[in-house]
């Protein structure tokens, strides 16, 4: 069985009411093992502590939180960790929710929506998407144009877009082959064993990571991002 299957999205939850994160953590633990709440905040401060150390895959973020502006944390919650955003409001004024998105939020639920929106749009920028409605995402774009901006960079596609196209073929061999060692995936990409580890040395100082476990949970993770160019039935030794 692998390994890596069942590995929940870690959802932090951030909301001035305690009613709502209640509700919210009830509905985020009844999709156990897909998705689980590792932690509940009430105010910035919390906020910024609880994303630094459960590093959670996503940030539910109200931008009423008492006296604070959610749209002025965001920027500081994405340096606590590499995690998406989603904005979780009440607000519908089109100027906050682009200040919001422009901070670097990937998605947008009104709370007055059903709840299965809201596993949704989680389950979806957890894959990698946008999670805006067609007139916020073409408001959003015109404004970047006029203003010249850049679009928020989202540092897990910096790292794995600074890998080459042989380095994302190895990620994914070790994405599909978990526990194997490092003779026998050398030997399904056709490569000698020191040229695998020249690659890795390379990988593991792209990705910021240590060891073949954190390339293996990497890999799982973020496995919809690694795409690889070529036909179906192209070999791995071909690719590289």
């Known amino acids: 069985m692998d390994p890596f299957s ?6 932090l939850l951030v909301d001035s009411r305690q009613i709502v994160l209640w509700g919210l953590e009830k509905l985020i633990n009844s999709e156990s093992p897909r998705m689980e709440t590792v932690g509940k905040a009430s105010n910035g401060t919390d906020a910024r502590r609880l994303a630094r150390e459960s ?3 996503i940030v539910l973020l109200d931008l009423e939180l008492g006296g604070e502006r959610g ?11 590499n995690f998406h955003i989603i904005v979780f409001t009440e607000i519908h004024d089109p100027t906050t929710i682009d200040v919001a998105i422009f901070n670097g939020a990937r998605g947008v639920v009104y709370k007055e929506e059903p709840t299965p929106t809201i596993l949704k ?17 073409g408001r959003v774009f015109i404004n970047f144009l006029r203003t010249g901006q850049k679009l928020p960079v989202d540092p897990v596609a910096g790292k794995i877009t600074a890998l080459t196209r042989k380095e994302r073929v190895i990620v994914n061999a070790f ?16 490569i ?3 040229t695998l580890r020249n690659h890795l040395t390379s990988i593991f100082s ?35």
């Open 71 to 81: 749209v002025d944390l965001i920027p500081d919650l994405l340096k606590m960790g």
């Open 192 to 194: 000698s064993e020191q």
């Open 175 to 190: 994405a599909n082959e978990a526990g194997a060692s490092n003779k026998k995936i050398a030997h399904t990409l056709g």
């Open 121 to 137: 749009a989680i389950q979806k920028v957890h894959d990698g998407e946008l999670w805006l409605d067609r007139r916020t995402t």
């Open 55 to 57: 590093q959670p895959n």
């Open 206 to 240: 792209k990705l910021e990571i240590t060891n073949r476990f954190d390339l293996f949970m990497f890999a799982k993770l973020h496995h919809h991002q690694f795409s690889v160019t070529g036909t179906r039935t192209e070999s791995p030794a071909s690719r590289l």
């Open 6 to 11: 069942h590995i929940p999205i870690r959802v």
